[in-house]
């Protein structure tokens, strides 16, 4: 059971992953942040506020199951804050499923921006909530990896990881 967290008040906890160490970070109840490594426009340590680990625990669980490759999406309150440019942008990328990719054109014409792909990246670059919103499955317009705030390694290690449990999951039983 994860315990709410009262209105404006925001805590922090640092797990490990197979992708390093990632600041996981509570709002108002829902996920406000997963922050890893010298992530670009990660915020600074300070911003995160007190070290909580209570609150996450079905958090904690399901990137448990993910990693594991039992959980192929996530079932989490999101707390998301940007321009409603952004948060339309996030709510796109949860619609990418497991083990596939879009490019940032693509991703663009789903929201109804055909012409807004470099703005569709640059949004996707300050998506607070990495891997949970899967801003890394999303390539340039010719497949090439591009940006990732995380950084391009660990992009194409969460595709790799991804493409991998995906044809598992194709496999028959």
């Not at 669980?61 to 594991?68: D, G, V």
């Not at 705030?149 to 990881?161: A, H, I």
Request: glycine letters at 12%; one cysteine or more.
């Amino acid at each position: 059971m994860t315990t709410h967290i009262p209105a404006s008040h925001r805590v922090h906890t640092v797990i490990d992953s197979p992708y390093g160490a990632l600041t996981l970070v509570a709002e108002d109840g829902g996920l406000a942040g997963l922050y890893m490594e010298q992530q670009r426009h990660r915020p600074p340590e300070e911003s995160f506020d007190e070290r909580d680990s209570r609150p996450f625990g079905e958090v904690e669980a399901q990137l448990e199951e993910y990693f594991s490759g039992r959980r192929t999406e996530f079932d989490l309150p999101l707390r998301l804050r940007g321009t409603p440019f952004q948060r339309t942008v996030w709510e796109a990328l949860l619609g990418i499923p497991f083990g596939s990719t879009v490019s940032y054109g693509q991703l663009a014409a789903t929201i109804g921006r055909p012409a807004a792909a470099r703005a569709v990246g640059l949004a996707n670059g300050r998506n607070p909530v990495g891997i949970i919103v899967p801003c890394h499955r999303v390539l340039g317009s010719t497949g090439d990896l591009t940006g990732y705030g995380g950084g391009l390694d660990r992009k194409q290690r969460l595709l790799g990881f991804e493409r991998q449990g995906a044809r598992q999951l194709m496999l028959p039983a």
